[in-house]
């Protein structure tokens, strides 16, 4: 799984991208400061051309032909003012619409990229595919905070596949092992006595369930799961095969040693269910069990196994006396 290498997008990288706030408040401000500047010179240049209309009525003693001269010569100033306010005022909203558009055109672009980039990463995760150790470098911060989130999920689906196997490959009842998980140890189990490690095959069998009713079948099952995780050691593997059916696999045990660890068992499972207030005397159950060693050079295969494992516990069933058989 992932959960020791979740992708992480770069803080560097991540304090170097531009925020779509940034970028709008830099286009209000350029918006604010260049109607500010015209306003200021359409205040300067009318500020400009009413005093030279006021000097030029000031000098009413001037001859007709002069007054004539004097009242032509504001008409062209004017005409003049007006020629560049205007070039001016088109001037300056034409580079404020450039400046604008150029802005609007980058939010996009980066917008694009960086959704591309989201799109790709959600596609990965709806496909069940891990993503990449470093992420992509985003454009802006806004996407650079949608990553740790796409994180976030990455790793709640690996925890969730994780806890799903597991349950896959455990009983819910007891929280042993289920026969998917016993095949994959018994193989397992296998080839280390090929290798020359001592292994010992114990099936088990819970007799006497057909007496009792839902409720104390599901005690027993956990009475016989509770003792064979205390009496199992590290590395065994207890599961639970089917509805009365359990297995043992012993590494590292003998023949010998295997006999009372599981007499010391049965002892316990008995005890148990002579404490236990739901389940009265007359219905209490018994262990049967019938054990094999693998043999490294004797068995052809694993099916050898199990069948004179069977083959043990099928005796251990109808014996009287014996409930514990080893072939």
């Known amino acids: 799984m992932h959960s020791g290498n979740e992708p992480q997008p770069q803080p560097e990288a991540v304090q170097r991208t531009l925020s779509i706030k940034v970028i709008a408040y830099a286009s209000a401000i350029i918006i604010i400061c260049l109607f500010l500047a015209i306003t200021a010179a359409n205040l300067i240049l009318t500020k400009g051309e009413l ?27 004017s005409l003049s003012s007006f020629l560049s306010l205007a070039i001016f005022n088109i001037s300056a909203i034409l580079l404020t ?22 799109k790709i990463l959600l596609n990965s995760l709806a496909e069940g595919e891990p993503l990449e150790r470093e992420l992509p470098t985003p454009r802006l911060r806004e996407t650079a905070e949608v990553y740790p989130a796409i994180s976030n999920i990455q790793k709640s689906i690996d925890k969730k596949r994780q806890l799903l196997e597991h349950q896959e490959l455990r009983d819910k ?19 280390f006595a090929r290798r020359g490690t001592p292994v010992c095959v114990v099936l088990m069998h819970l007799d006497g369930l057909s007496k009792l009713n839902e409720n104390q079948i599901s ?9 064979l995780k205390e009496h199992a050691r590290r590395v065994d593997h207890a599961a639970r095969m ?48 019938g054990y094999t060693r ?34």
């Open 219 to 227: 005690q027993v099952v956990k009475i016989l799961g509770k003792t």
């Open 242 to 289: 089917d509805l009365a059916d359990f297995s043992l696999l012993m590494f590292g045990a003998s023949p010998e040693g295997t006999t009372p660890c599981l007499e010391r068992i049965c002892q316990s499972f008995h005890k148990y269910q002579i404490e236990h207030p739901a389940i009265p005397e007359k219905c209490q159950c018994t262990l049967n069990c």
């Open 51 to 77: 005093q030279e209309i006021r000097r030029n009525e000031t000098h009413s003693s001037l001859t007709h032909r002069d007054k004539t001269s004097s009242l032509r010569e504001p008409s062209r100033n």
């Open 97 to 118: 619409v450039g400046v604008i558009a150029y802005l609007v055109r980058f939010m996009m672009r980066a917008m694009g990229m960086d959704f591309q980039q989201v």
């Open 173 to 191: 009842l007891t929280g042993l092992s289920n026969r998917r998980q016993f095949n994959i140890e018994f193989a397992r189990a296998y080839d």
């Open 294 to 327: 693998i043999h490294a050079h004797r068995d052809k295969n694993a099916a050898e196994v199990l069948k004179r494992a069977e083959e043990a516990l099928l005796e251990a069933k109808h014996s009287p006396n014996r409930h514990i058989v080893n072939t």
